[in-house]
């Protein structure tokens, strides 16, 4: 959609002056204003046919689940909170917006989370009923409805949907803890809409954010639950009128098959995902033949000096005319520019994909307030240090010690129109998790250089040596990435019980690399990088785990999970011996 249009859009938001205007049902008002007959989702069927689904289309299918779901709720459920878990697809887009249209409350759940968790929200949001993939076994006693009751409302529907909104304007986020610790948070229309005005200041200092040289179209690799997710592909970007394509699953061959059929344009992602395709290339060159990679490093190096030196356009000359052999074979040749959020990404995976001609940058956000900081990559040196970009519109922080001074490096304190307005307890809407400043305290270690935000890690995640040395896992995992040819995942640990003690590498182990063969090249590439690190930060210990991690979102390990269960011995693994030369060696 061209550029005045997007503008006028965002426009007609931002102008209603009053806070009643800033709603849910404005934003829904103006996303299904024109341009109905664009596609507004797509998706391959089992066939690998393309479905387009159209912003009229999705407009009707929302009015028809909002009067099912007001009749299959009850009017005496109106104004409370209903849980929505499924899988992304059109059916949770319509789902989400009818709900809120119908006078119920959305609280965004993640489909993976076992019943015990599911309990655990619906007792502290008060949720009375449930949208869900399948039949929940739940101690609480609520309304169930599966998505295949949910489909055949669809299926059933036909054009001009007789229903009267009466919309609700809030909606809830979960953060993805234990039990004990997971919380629900509730924003408002007011939040959301800061959100988008954040966001469209950044497409006016980088207009990539949301064009291309073909449709925008957003790959939604995320979980829809997620706020990342929730925020740019339910709403930041139909609201753009551009298109959401959701995947099969999120497997290597279903994520590129999607995007060279469909010609996916844009992808907000994980650092996982990255990494994964920079070795993943790697790997196939150095098999086919070692000159290869030669010939790729040199297109690489001509590709970096060439968006240096012209960082607006660059891009698309070398996915034309440099790149385009090997694009092609990966997302096609429409795919243009990333966003990653969720945890450290090395430098070294900056630079090959923005080296691809992929305009590849890095966003940071919590589930408490939404995208907080965002680089939008119109400088190009911006988009390869590794940084997560400025304060987005709205956003003001501070750096304090632990002693509550401001300090240069320190727990990271924001302030935002976006932050969440409330927190769910035992059914009852508690005061926002702020302080007497309102002031959130991200739980986040950072410092600011030139005005853009790094992340050093988690404060509840560093690993303090014996001499009293800070050591951040997220940074220190940067400098593992080669071991994706042989391990799916890895986290890297500070275990402090007596038979386990010192930093530890866990590995999930890639099926044809777990036998003693894959195990010697996992140590073999663990100790060829601790051989180039100070002696304060080597890896002690290295276990392969013998059952999947515990994942956040499906996607994240939960790395304090991971060390209680390995330090209670609750979590099964084999440890692999490393050399001692290279846990030894003098700086």
Known sequence: ?????????????????????????????????DFLDSPASQWLDESDSIVSVSFHTLNENVKSMAAFLSKRLGVE?????????????????????????AGYKPVLIDVTHRAEMVDHIIENAGIQAILCKGSLDLKNNILQIPVEELKAVLSSA????????????????????TVATAKVFVFNGVAITAQLE?????????????????????????????????????????????????????????IQDTCRKIGVTHMMSVPLLVNNLKNGVLRKIRKEAPRKEKIL????????????????????????????????????DTFSWICVGGAHIPVDSLKFINGLGYVTTIGYGMTECGIITFEPGTVFSRRIDGTAGPLMHGFSAKIIDASGNETGTGE??????????????????????????????????ARFNNGSLIIEGRLKEVIITESGENIYPDELEGKFDNLLSLVKRYCIVGLDNKENDGIALVVEVQDSANNAQGFAGILRKVSAVNATLPAMKRIKRVYAANEPMPLANGIKVRRQKLKELIENYTFPVTGLQITVSATTNSD
């Open 1 to 33: 959609m061209q550029d005045n249009v997007i503008r006028s859009r965002f426009i007609r938001l931002f102008k209603k002056h009053t806070t009643m205007a800033k709603t849910m049902s404005s934003i829904y008002e103006i996303m299904m204003s």
């Open 77 to 101: 459920q109106k104004g409370s909170f209903i849980g929505l878990s499924m899988d992304n697809s059109h059916l949770w887009q319509v789902c989400f917006w009818a709900l809120l249209m």
């Open 158 to 177: 036909g054009g001009n949907a007789e229903f009267t909104p009466q919309w609700a304007d809030h909606l809830a986020l979960c953060t993805s803890g």
């Open 198 to 254: 954040g966001f469209y200041r950044a497409c006016l200092r980088e207009p990539r954010i949301a064009s291309a040289p073909t449709p925008v179209k957003l790959l939604a690799f995320l979980p829809m639950h997620h706020v990342f997710g929730f925020i740019t592909l339910c709403i930041t970007y139909p609201l753009l009128n551009t298109t959401i394509v959701f995947l099969k699953d999120r497997s290597p061959s279903s």
């Open 297 to 332: 490093n040199f297109l690489l190096e001509t590709s970096l000096f060439i968006q240096k030196i012209a960082p607006k356009r660059g891009d698309i000359f070398v996915r034309k005319h440099v790149t385009k052999p090997v694009i092609k074979k990966l997302f096609g």
């Open 412 to 445: 990271l304190l924001i302030k935002g129109h976006s932050m969440h307005i409330g927190r769910m307890q035992k059914g009852k809407m508690i005061a926002a998790d702020v302080d007497k400043d309102n002031w959130l305290h991200t739980g986040d270690i």
